[in-house]
């Protein structure tokens, strides 16, 4: 099975940044989008941005378009959220995906999720 694990995630001042890594366990992870999704208490889970493995199309909420920019790195078989321009209202708990699925934007898109890594940002 993909094991999924995120890590960067921290406290920042709004209009601060921070990046996040997703860091698959083996090298299968080539064949999968992976995708970032986000929840805030209260609020369910959204999308944030995907990149498919092979040919590096992405994808991003129309919230964090222009803010955020997600990247991979094939031979670390990780994938990265570079987090710019941050705003209180991106506080949440931020997930990584894999997925096979030809649509990247739905969570039953994804089959594999890791347990998450926290993002506050304050006012």
């Known amino acids: 099975q993909v094991q999924l694990v995120e890590s960067g995630g921290g406290l920042v001042q709004a209009g601060g940044s921070l990046s996040l890594s997703c860091a698959a366990s083996?090298?299968?992870?080539?064949?999968?989008?992976m995708g970032w999704f986000r929840q805030a208490p209260g609020k369910e889970r959204e999308f944030v941005a995907a990149i498919r493995w092979f040919g590096g199309s992405t994808y991003y909420a129309e919230s964090v378009k222009g803010r955020f920019t997600i990247s991979r790195d094939n031979a670390k078989n990780t994938v990265y959220l570079q987090m710019n321009s941050l705003k209180p209202e991106d506080t949440a708990v931020y997930y990584c995906?894999?997925?096979?699925?030809?649509?990247?934007?739905?969570?039953?898109?994804?089959?594999?999720w890791g347990q998450g890594t926290q993002v506050t940002v304050s006012s």
């Open positions: 995906a894999a997925g096979r699925r030809v649509t990247v934007r739905g969570e039953a898109d994804y089959n594999y």
């Open positions: 083996d090298g299968t992870i080539s064949s999968y989008t």
